[in-house]
């Protein structure tokens, strides 16, 4: 799909920031920071903000991923300074992310606890299941470390 000239501009651009999640996700943390960051800068070109903020939180969990916090920090910081998620989903997975960077360092540790517990009130007063699902799969990864 990133490279299928049937589908829009923005649909390829769209797959390929999903190919750099599914990358992070399987520990390629390098490769997904490649493909996230051109992704972000050609929502950017095409003026897509809200895709623009998805890949900037994207790229803040990749480099978590890569245990480099600091830019994982400046991304989410940048996701946030994007605006207001337009739904509670959209708030749910912004604070999860931001929560989970929190949660990789002792020093912030207290507030990533605190923003998880936010998140998951919100999720459960909209029933969002699978975001339930990920934040109890975080609050159980944390209790390991």
Aim: net charge neutral; proline share 3%.
């Amino acid at each position: 799909m990133a490279e299928d000239d049937r589908l829009s501009r923005l649909d390829r651009v769209r797959a390929r920031l999903w190919i750099g999640t599914a990358l992070s996700k399987q520990g390629r943390a390098d490769s997904a920071i490649v493909l996230m960051r051109s992704a972000a800068r050609e929502f950017y070109d095409l003026t897509e903000p809200e895709d623009w903020a998805v890949a900037q939180q994207k790229l803040a969990l990749a480099h978590r991923g890569a245990g480099d916090l600091t830019h994982a920090l400046r991304y989410i910081g940048t996701a946030r300074s994007a605006g207001r998620p337009n739904s509670p989903l959209a708030q749910v997975q912004l604070d999860t992310a931001q929560a989970h960077i929190l949660l990789s360092d002792p020093a912030t540790a207290g507030e990533g606890r605190t923003t998880l517990a936010g998140a998951a009130a919100t999720a459960g007063r909209h029933g969002l299941g699978h975001q339930l699902r990920s934040i109890e799969a975080i609050r159980e990864a944390q209790e390991y470390v």
